[in-house]
Structure formats: C-alpha cells, structure tokens
C-alpha cells in the first residue's frame, strides 16, 4: 500500500493523496477535493418504491389515471394486472410488493360503475380504501402546464390535514407514498412541479401544478399552471395491516351507489306490497258484505 501512495503521489506531482478517503484527491495548498469519484448510490438511503397495479377488469378511463400516475412518478413500478382471483383477498399485493423490493402499494379497482383506489404500506401498513371522483386525466384535460419526465415534485398539504389525527395520518401516507426520494437513480435533479392535497368536506381534492418561472431573474415572478391529472377521494375504511387487519376507521356517512340502488328497490318494492295489500284487503271486505234478507231463508 506505501508504494502504491508513493507511486500515486509521484505521478500527481503537487498533489497529494489523502490516505483518509479512497476516492478523494486533495490539493495540500487550498485543502479541497479536486475530483470526487463517490457512487452516487451510496447517497440514495431513502429506498421507497411503489408498486402501482390495478384489477384486470378496470376500464380504460380508470387505467389512464394509473399510466398518468405511474408518469409522475420515477420512483412507481408497474406489475401486470392482478387476477380476479384475489378481488377479495388483496393480500397477495404483500407478494408481489416484496418481490419488486417495494414498500407501499397503490391499487385501483373498478366495483360497477365506480373506481376504487386502495393506497397502503406494505406489509405493515396502514391501509385506506378511497373511492374515487371527477377523475379526468391528462389526455382529457389538454391543459398548457407541463413537467419534466422524471422530476422532483413538491408536496403541498391543506392546513386542516394538520389539525386531526385522521389527517396527519393522510398527510404521512400520501408523503412516503408520492413523494420521491432524493437521488433516485430514475429520477431527474429538478424540482418542477407540485403535488397539492386539499381536504374538503372529508373528501380529498388531488392536483398537479407546474411550477412556472415568468422572470428568471426575480424569485418571486412564479406561477402555478395545472398540468394534471385530477381527482377526488373520500375515504372508506381504515385497516391497521397491509391490506388486511382489523378496521381501526370506518367512514358512517359514506353511502355507496350500489347500496343506494338496493334501498331504492328495496323502498319500491315495499310501496308496490303495500297497494297490493290494500287492493286485497278491500276486495276481501266488499265479499263480506252479504244483505242481511237474503240470510233468513237459510235458517
């Protein structure tokens, strides 16, 4: 090893090689680092991938907010549709997460007419069922804001997530699920665009915004332009697994369509029992009334 630094430094001539670092030479006048060779992927500690699949029945209006997701995000990993097999046992997601090195799961489904997102840590959790609304994609929205394939986002949250435990729990989720760590090898050194999160209602409001500089010169001239997509969650259900476990929330004031089309016929068929019973009843009564005369001959 000293003949090596010998022969090191007879060749560097002025400069000198520092027997502290491997891969750092250091000028002995200034003390700096005149060339670095690190391994970039020794700076990557943040190792959170998500794996984003959705049901093999999903229509295609459903999957364009999945490709449009999997875009923004360097950090995503697309698997193969999930089979129809495992519709009500979403544990197998924990496999296929665990074989793609991944630590969080998006899941879309299609239940009728409704799309159903699943977002979850795996395999610990939690997990949270949303159902989604006003979903309109990218292609749809033809909107002059656009990103960088594989930049950064900033993660904007409403005031009110912070206020609640059920919000900072959103909060947390939606941060290690969308955002992006740094020095992804996928992903670019620019920061963009913007992923804002508004809580209204008890729903959540998702939005994509570029981050557009007028002037150049001045840091304050910034502009935000949609990009897209866009859509609305309303979360369902809780579980403290990963995609399984017990249910720690359950939203009461959701009512699903389908539920409300079973009450609906279930009230319909009720009325249409009750005229029938009344008809009935009143047909039975005009048969009882017999004219009194006509029963003393019988006697």
């Known amino acids: 090893k000293m003949k090596e630094k010998l022969e090191l430094k007879d060749v560097l001539g002025a400069q000198s090689y520092d027997s502290d670092s491997d891969n750092e030479i250091v000028n002995p006048k200034t003390k700096r680092g005149l060339k670095t060779n690190k391994n970039p992927k020794k700076n990557f500690l943040n190792r959170q991938r998500t794996l984003i699949l959705c049901e093999r029945t999903t229509k295609g209006k459903h999957r364009e907010i999945m490709n449009d997701l999997l875009n923004l995000m360097p950090h995503g990993k697309a698997v193969a549709k999930l089979d129809q097999k495992h519709k009500y046992d979403l544990s197998a997601i924990n496999d ?67 206020e609640t435990p059920l919000g900072k729990l959103y909060k947390e989720l939606f941060t290690q699920v969308f955002a992006t760590p ?42 935000l332009i949609e990009i897209g997509p866009r859509f ?15 249910t720690i929330y359950n939203n009461d ?30 047909r039975l009564l005009l048969q009882k009334e017999v004219n009194e005369i006509d029963s003393v001959f019988y006697q």
């Open 96 to 162: 296929l997460c665990m074989m793609k090195n991944c630590t969080n799961a998006i899941y879309f489904q299609t239940k009728g007419e409704d799309c159903w997102c699943t977002i979850a840590k795996s395999p610990k959790g939690p997990t949270i069922s949303f159902k989604l609304f006003d979903m309109t994609s990218t292609r749809q929205l033809k909107l002059t804001g656009n990103c960088l394939k594989g930049s950064r986002p900033i993660l904007h949250f409403d005031k009110s997530m912070t």
């Open 182 to 223: 740094p020095q992804h090898p996928k992903s670019k050194p620019f920061i963009d665009h913007m992923f804002c999160f508004y809580l209204v209602n008890g729903r959540i409001m998702f939005r994509n915004y570029q981050i557009f500089t007028t002037d150049r010169l001045s840091s304050k001239s910034k502009e």
């Open 232 to 246: 609305t969650m309303e979360p369902v259900r809780v579980l403290d697994g990963g995609f399984k476990g017990n």
């Open 253 to 282: 004031t959701f009512e699903d369509n389908r539920v409300k089309s079973k009450k609906a016929r279930r009230q319909i068929r009720a009325a249409r029992k009750a005229e029938f019973e009344m008809k009935r009843n009143k």
